[in-house]
DNA sequence: CTGTTAGCGCATTCAA
DNA sequence: TTGAATGCGCTAACAG
């Protein structure tokens, strides 16, 4: 038979709702009842019930992860952040992947919603950013946090100043000599996306650089998207020396397409990725990037809804730090 | 507030129970009846709560997804089965990463089969053929499914014949020329490894050449172990024509190792890999593989272990098939 | 600070 | 074939 809260009442000699307090840190127990009851619940191994406790307590203990169309390497470190968070305060975690563009997707949340339940949500790029989404769960009064590179708009969870990494990396290629930098631009539902762009057009100006257009290319984030963008600046007629995509996916595409035509990185092209994904370490020549401390972001907004959910009101927006990478896709510029 | 199966009964007027039978698709219930009940449920957009029901039915309509340090796209990808064919029936997802090699992890488990429930696992390597885990399993009668190479073990899941197609591929090489093949092997703890060794060694034997120990060389499944018996196995003093690793973050490596040796791939050296992840098409040249259903197998083993969880002794073993992915990594023999 | 009581929404006895 | 009563294990309101 199950062990059950009544149990661990009877065998610390206090009442189920003392125990109750105790397992859900509530205050107003004296210091040795508390120790008596978490006495009892380790010798007898007792673990709540899940089910019960969101049945009776109106909640489900749940959190939706949600997400849509993204990097696998991204989404996994995310995923096994908000995880940790969640096992840590013997959360649920539910997975909501949600088909990409599609609109309709969100009265799909509502069935997942109405099923299931869930206390709060952790979104990531572009959900973050989906006006639509964060309408629908602000109207049910569903906490939320975010991991994005956005963070004066005053909501909860974690975000990385992704223009300031931008300017630092572009200023690596500047000070090697680099005067004609193409950009790949990320996926224009991303937020990152226009930060990342609006780094490379900053740090040109503070290089006083002039910004030629022709230099910056639509991408997806996605490797197909990488290759397409880099044989058009490839195929300019004055190319650049230089190449800063806005993910690694794109940047290794980038090399795949110099691979092709027979030039040699980082001799004939400097290439730089973004977000230090295990494929910038595979391709060769190593890409240089920017560290972004993935899982940790995941746990983090995790942890701050966790917070919002205990306490209406509670959780704020973290900022996280990024770091360089600097390998061997980059070399000063030719001639 | 909520709608519950009582607002259904009445507005049907029939009891809760019968409500009850309509949604579980349970016998003894008069067509005219399920009509009203299912019309009713449509109209009131009745959502049973998913807690009230693992309470009172004692189950978790929860299914169990347990893995240990696979390899990122592989896991992503039966992921979005599992959950895939979780979400079809209604169940929930539990993930429950362990910790690789810590075999603590299984009191582990223990808790997050006490505190959330679970109804059911799905394993997949090398997990699955963790026999302290199965054993445990067993022992508390919770039923199970694998995804494996191992089929003739009698349990559910999904299989799919890693020694026939490694056969295939290693024909493949054979007919252009190749003699000299080497391999790397996958994790030791993978039962996939050494299905694919012995179809290596089979192939080489179908094809009268003989066994050459230092031929072969262990790996880990891993793109840095590539780079390590890739090296190992181009400093031979008579080096290989061909190698074919275990899976394709290997054979990543051996391409790398080759790009830093200078080595024309597939001019010099032809490379394959096993399972057909992104990586295979990302790298130059892009790499021959072997492509398994991977999304499929996991969604195909949760359905088997759904079964077995609402028909105990249903769930079967079924048989996925692969296929050949020739691409640029490999030509005819040198010399 | 602590205990008692009454449900949470459903499935599961059993009886009709 | 259907329905009424009982309880799953816990939390929430209320008393003490």
Redesign the pocket.
């Known amino acids: 038979?199950?062990?059950?809260?009544?149990?661990?009442?009877a065998a610390a000699?206090?009442?189920?709702?003392?125990?109750?307090?105790v397992?859900?840190n509530?205050?107003?127990?004296?210091?040795?009842?508390?120790k008596r009851v978490e006495e009892a619940v380790q010798r007898l191994q007792?673990?709540?019930?899940?089910?019960?406790?969101?049945?009776?307590?109106?909640?489900s203990y749940a959190v939706t992860f949600a997400y849509e169309n993204p990097s696998l390497n991204y989404l996994m470190e995310i995923q096994s952040g908000v995880l940790e968070a969640c096992r840590a305060h013997h959360y649920n975690l539910l997975l909501a992947p949600l088909a990409y563009g599609d609109r309709e997707s969100i009265s799909e949340l509502t069935g997942l919603l109405e099923h299931f339940g869930s206390d709060g949500f952790v979104l990531i790029p572009p959900l973050a950013d989906d006006l639509a989404l964060l309408a629908f769960l602000e109207e049910r009064g569903i906490p939320f946090a975010s991991v994005t590179p956005r963070a004066g708009n005053g909501r909860m969870g974690v975000t990385m100043d992704n223009h300031a990494a931008v300017c630092d990396l572009m200023a690596q290629l500047v000070e090697l000599g680099h005067r004609r930098i193409g950009h790949i631009q990320g996926h224009p539902d991303h937020g990152a996306s226009e930060w990342r762009l609006s780094g490379y057009r900053d740090a040109l100006q503070l290089a006083g650089i002039a910004y030629d257009p022709e230099l910056v290319v639509a991408g997806e984030f996605t490797f197909e998207s990488g290759v397409r963008a880099g044989n058009r600046l490839l195929d300019l007629s004055q190319r650049p020396t230089a190449i800063f995509a806005a993910n690694d996916d794109m940047a290794a595409g980038v090399l795949r397409v110099a691979s092709e035509r027979g030039l040699s990185i980082p001799r004939d092209l400097s290439v730089c990725g973004f977000d230090d994904t295990p494929i910038s370490r595979h391709v060769y020549p190593a890409l240089t990037t920017v560290r972004q401390p993935t899982r940790d972001m995941g746990r983090l907004a995790t942890l701050e809804l966790l917070k919002a959910i205990r306490q209406p009101g509670a959780g704020a927006m973290i900022a996280v730090d990024y770091a360089l990478q600097l390998r061997e896709s980059i070399a000063v510029a030719p001639g």
Request: aromatic share 2%; proline share 5%; hydrophobic share 35%.
């Open positions: 038979m199950r062990i059950r809260i009544e149990d661990v009442a000699n206090v009442s189920m709702k003392t125990v109750s307090r397992l859900n509530e205050p107003n127990v004296r210091e040795e009842m508390r007792y673990r709540p019930s899940h089910s019960a406790r969101s049945l009776a307590g109106q909640r």
